[in-house]
């Protein structure tokens, strides 16, 4: 069997050649040690005076951007190509430099949906990017937001489907490029808000809580459209509903206010004869019936720190979910020794591998995990997931 | 006039988390037309809390219902507050909270602050990514009876218990008690670094250092 049947048979829940392993490789500095490459300190060029302003310029040209974005992405799935795995993730951001004071670099990104971007380096130099804050937190701001952007809007489909196009081509004859959506429903609505006044305006502006979630999921259904026609076979949704001990909000308000909205995703993606796969990190066992009702094929990360473990889910779910996941990235893959993976990798087969419908991967990506612990991981599972598994 | 029933309605109408129902509440405590004191009303706002915290630990409320009695309880407080402070009681004390060098998760944080000050602390928030100096001279310039710190990332945990160091090289430590919280913390690292206390989640964390001042 090849990678894709691989996944593939996974993916229909039947027994494959072997369990087929998912790489979510994308930090720079876990590419750069596999690729070989030094860091880029791109903060000490934002911090240096004489590059600050040329720096901006030449981010803020789509072309560039684009071009640099996609080398990066092209270097992530060599990676995952090099260390063995069947897939990885591949996820499109378009984001701009802007000048703002309550930054200590005096410079952050925005990205499409309106949110606020920080850069900081990781132990080597490499570039990190992490959301910090919203730039729409009042009905005002947003409706201006949404209206000032909508070129921008439209210009990102474009570029994640070349984007996705490009990756499938130049990577689909050797290795699965599982593209994701764009940023999740949940996410999307509350981040540019700010997650205490999009509460606070569920309960108070349910209007317009409710015109935000119809523009993003009309807005998503477009975007997943673009992904699709890539030629992605596998779509991911990425949406963190819960934190550690449970769903953001219950799964009846999740339900009344984003349920419509995954079952429509769901259906446009079964519509095109793919698979839709969900990521939400934290504790989402109360979630898992949702998960099902709204019609996704499988989910991914169950995070081991929030308590979430694979045999009880599988459990829960039997076979109507694929599973995907959920090697530990807060120790295990960081400073885990290799007979501690190999009983981890041993332990998820066992536990979920049994008829298919798994695929084993870590459970996050994460800036700190290491590229030999990645191996041997992939060793573990070509050692111990050959069907039909005998563990 | 309001009769002593106040209290109870307003504890009731913040757990159905209806804020203008709450405020109506507090409106008439300000304006002095009910019959219980602004103590009494503070008190009731706190037992709610408490409530809070059950529904949130038992999982019968989530994220979205604690964030929004926090809320509720913070607007309740401000107005609230202001009588505290020019009769009788006074703010509980100084609170320095901020998320550890390399994390900029915040979300946990800010509820903490929120909760705080609604218990009727003050809050310095230093925000997120602080440094371990920023952590050690806050608690020089304010000297605050409780440090709280959050951290989400296991790979950041270090920097709490580097805090900590700080304080004992400046002399501190025993001048101020611990308190973290967050993900990637657990009781026992918790005590192993030596800090005073973990929580769980912020209103355990409320009830922690509310003990520590009545011990
Ligand atoms: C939302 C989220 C994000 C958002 C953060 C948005 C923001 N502004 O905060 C974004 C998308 C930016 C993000 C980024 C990342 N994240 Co994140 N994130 C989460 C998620 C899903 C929820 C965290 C959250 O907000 N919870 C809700 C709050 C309310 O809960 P809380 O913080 O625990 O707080 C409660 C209590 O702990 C307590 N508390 C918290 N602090 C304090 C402090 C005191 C003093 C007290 C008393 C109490 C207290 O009170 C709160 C309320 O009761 C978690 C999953 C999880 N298991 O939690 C992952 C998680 C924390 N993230 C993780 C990772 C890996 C990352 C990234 C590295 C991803 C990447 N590859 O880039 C980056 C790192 C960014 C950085 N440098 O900090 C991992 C961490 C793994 C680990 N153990 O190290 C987690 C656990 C996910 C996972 N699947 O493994 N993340």
């Known amino acids: ?391 | 006039m309001m009769s002593n029933k106040t209290p109870q309605k307003l504890k009731d109408s913040l757990l159905s988390l209806d804020m203008d129902a709450t405020m109506e509440q507090v409106d008439f405590v300000v304006k002095g037309d009910a019959d219980v004191t602004v103590q009494e009303a503070v008190d009731a706002v706190a037992e709610a809390l408490e409530v809070v915290g059950k529904r949130f630990q038992g999982g019968e409320w989530f994220l979205a219902e604690l964030v929004y009695s926090g809320e509720i309880a913070k607007s309740a407080m401000e107005l609230l507050s202001p009588l505290m402070s020019s009769g009788a009681s006074q703010p509980l004390g100084t609170i320095v909270v901020g998320t550890v060098a390399g994390d900029l998760h915040d979300l946990g944080k800010n509820i903490f602050i929120n909760y705080s000050k609604s218990a009727g602390f003050e809050v310095v928030d230093l925000g997120i990514d602080v440094p371990v100096e920023k952590f050690v001279s806050a608690v020089d310039e304010y000297k605050p009876l409780a440090l709280g710190m959050s951290c989400l990332l296991t790979i950041t945990s270090e920097e709490v218990g580097k805090v900590i160091e700080g304080l004992k090289d400046r002399g501190n430590r025993d001048k101020v008690k611990v308190i973290v919280g967050g993900a990637a913390l657990t009781e026992e690292f918790a005590r192993e670094v030596g800090s005073d206390a973990f929580a769980p989640d912020a209103i355990t964390g409320i009830d922690i250092i509310k003990k520590w001042i009545a011990s």
């Not at chain 1, 903060?43 to 590059?51: H, W």
């Not at chain 1, 684009?66 to 190509?81: F, K, P, V």
């Not at chain 1, 720190?305 to 959920?326: S, Y």
Request: with cysteine.
């Open chain 1, 1 to 391: 069997m090849d990678f894709k049947q691989r996944i593939m048979t996974a993916m229909n829940h039947e027994e494959p050649d072997q369990v087929p392993v998912m790489g979510l490789i994308m930090d720079p500095s876990t590419v750069n040690q596999i690729m070989g490459k030094e860091p880029v300190d791109f903060v000490a060029m934002i911090k240096n005076p004489d590059t600050k302003d040329s720096i901006k310029d030449m981010m803020n040209q789509d072309e560039f951007w684009n071009s640099t974005y996609q080398s990066n992405w092209n270097d992530a799935l060599e990676s995952s190509l090099k260390l063995g795995f069947d897939a990885n993730w591949t996820i499109y951001a378009f984001m701009q430099l802007v000048e703002d004071s309550e930054s200590s670099l005096g410079l952050v990104w925005h990205d499409v949906f309106g949110r606020v971007w920080e850069m900081g380096s990781d132990n080597k130099g490499n570039l990190i990017l992490n959301y910090s804050r919203p730039l729409c937190p009042t009905e005002e701001a947003w409706e201006a937001w949404v209206e000032e952007k909508a070129p921008i809007f439209e210009k990102a489909i474009e570029y994640a489907t070349d984007f996705h196009k490009k990756l499938v081509d130049d990577y689909g004859d050797r290795i699965m490029p599982i593209g994701c959506a764009a940023p999740g429903i949940f996410e999307n609505c509350w981040q540019p808000i700010g997650f205490v006044e999009f509460t606070k305006f569920t309960f108070q502006k349910p209007g317009f809580v409710k015109r935000v979630i119809d523009f993003y999921t009309d807005y998503y259904l477009k975007y997943l459209e673009g992904v699709m026609r890539s030629g992605v076979e596998v779509v991911l949704g990425g949406d963190d509903l819960a934190q550690k001990t449970g769903p953001m909000m219950s799964p009846e308000m999740t339900e009344k206010l984003f349920g419509e909205s995954y079952r429509h995703i769901a259906e446009a993606v079964h519509k095109r004869d793919r698979k839709f796969i969900f990521h939400s990190c934290g504790n989402i066992y109360p979630l898992l019936d949702k998960f099902i009702e709204w019609g996704f094929d499988g989910i991914i990360t169950m995070e081991p720190t929030a308590g979430v473990e694979l045999g009880k889910v599988r459990e829960h779910v039997g076979h109507k979910l694929v599973l995907i996941g959920n090697l530990d990235v807060s120790y295990l893959l960081v400073k885990g020794s290799r007979q501690e993976i190999e009983d981890a990798v041993k332990r998820a087969i066992k536990d979920a591998a049994s008829g298919g419908g798994y695929i084993l991967s870590a459970a996050h990506s994460h800036p700190y995990v290491d590229p030999s612990r990645l191996e041997w991981m992939v060793e573990a599972v070509h050692k111990y997931g050959k069907y039909p598994i005998s563990i």
